[in-house]
């Protein structure tokens, strides 16, 4: 028997499913609400009371967790050749992002440089401290909170779901699948763009989503380029990426998105599946027709 629940946290809407052949496992379900509000308030560049912004302040942290994730940030500048860059804040805000998404508007975009992370997170006995620039850990920290509900959730069963936003885990299956059955929407409206069973980790990046209208009227998007500091132009306007991690996943999406064709052979070399969309000019083909199968 399946067992769901539904709720929001990080701006998104978070979906467990579990199948299990007892009652519905309330303990899980709330475990996983205090999971992710506990994220929250550590990573959140909206809360001024959040480790996050205690860290853009100037203080130095110490707690467990928030270190992980900065260690997870510069493994994956690392791994994307910097095409994920957890620098990028001060140009996200002058785009205009710099309140929760329902107010965002405005904002002008300039080229600037994001600096390296690793000169600017300094590790020491005290835990960890900012040298210079601003820190935004949202994407991956929203990807790596769903790995933690999903391992938490693997300890009561194994047959588990979990989706934040698009960013996803599951494991095991649910009834008479091999799997659990996902499908990838077309970010242009059309039909899915993919539909199957899986297990693993799937992770969504778009520029269709997350738009506003900058103080010059153009159109910007959420997705910086830490090469040039402005919103990313990529040929693809959606890219998913199904791993074994959901936060990996959700870097390489990003890191895809932003990098073109050669950031996604480079995910692919690692063994990552891909779907992309690619953006649509007028002349070019349908987008509906131009991507390329997850499963290839």
Known sequence: MQHGESFRAMNTDIDILIETDGLPPL???????????EQEQRFSRF?????????????????????????LALDAYEFTAGL?????????SDAGYSRTFPEVGGGSPRAQAVPDPRACLDFGPHGVRLVE???????????WTVDLGIE??????????????????????????????????DPDGGPDRWEGPMRGALATSTTRKRRWTTDSG??????IDPRTGLPAESPYSQVSVWGQECWRAETWAKAV?????????????????????RRYVAGSPSPAKSGEGVGG
């Open 218 to 223: 153009e159109a910007a998007h959420h997705l």
């Open 152 to 185: 938490l959730m693997r300890r009561r069963t194994p047959n588990v779901f979990l989706n934040a936003g698009g960013d996803l885990r599951c494991e095991g299956e649910e009834a008479e699948i091999d799997g659990w059955l996902v499908s990838i929407s």
């Open 84 to 92: 994920y860059n957890p620098m990028i804040l001060p140009a996200l």
């Open 27 to 37: 303990d899980v379900f709330v475990s996983i609400r205090l999971l992710f509000e």
């Open 47 to 71: 809360r001024q009371s959040s480790l996050l912004s205690a860290l853009n302040r100037g203080e130095s942290i110490s707690d467990g967790r928030f270190l992980a994730a900065c260690r």
């Open 257 to 277: 998105l932003i990098g073109g064709p050669a950031a996604k052979d480079a995910c692919e070399a690692l063994g990552n599946r891909l779907l992309t969309a």
């Open 133 to 143: 620039g601003q820190l935004d850990l949202g994407g991956i920290v929203k990807g």
